[in-house]
């Protein structure tokens, strides 16, 4: 039996990696640092905010010291409504599986973003409340692809008496994801793995259970199917 489902958030229910990208070319610009929209797809979309500036200075060999990685996750925090701009950037039938699921299982958010950034897209959308646990990269101690913010999201909801403390109940929770990164979190994890076509091909997601092109193809029965095989 399906207990829980737990989403990753940047590019599975919000289509927000663009607005990520361009807060992270103007803050990196102010450094005299240029990052193409391809290079940041390809090398550093699976980090948190601290990880990617981190990674975009080491390669770029600038120095990451003192509190510069602080210095430019809040300036990028404080850039993001303004970049957001007030629009809803859901996915086309986002809102409509999140409330099918929601009906039958507890939700839950693991995500790189920050939870600000979450709960600002979220906000008007009528949604937040029907996610039991968010869990951002200001949550956990380490970011995908490590497991810390998939186990912790379960820890949550098994804490709030949501899905039962046992030893099976990962292998019974299903992560959603866009990623390889994500993907090897949630697996780390023990979940089982639905990956989305939104940011990358089939080919480059061979690691999920399941491979779907958007989440109007994810169902309670196809994710019960899922878990029971």
Partial sequence: MLLAVIFDFDGVLADSEPLHYEAFRRVLTTQGVELGQQEYYQKYLGFDDAGAFRAVLADRQQPAGGNRIESLVRAKLELFPEVLDGRNVLFPGAAECVARLSARVP????????????????????????????????????????????????????????????????????????????????????LVTVAVTTSYSRAELTDAHLVVDGLSDVSIDRLEALVAS
């Fill in 107 to 190: 939700l839950a958010i693991a995500s790189g973003a920050l939870s600000h950034d979450i709960d600002l897209i979220l906000r008007g959308t009528g949604l937040r409340d029907r996610f039991a646990v968010v869990v951002g990269a200001d949550h956990t101690e380490r970011s995908k692809p490590d497991p810390e913010p998939y186990v912790r999201a379960l820890v949550l909801l098994q804490q709030r008496g949501l899905v039962p403390v046992d030893a099976g109940a990962a292998a019974r929770t299903v992560a959603i994801e866009d990623s390889r990164w994500g993907l090897q979190s949630a697996r780390g994890a023990g």
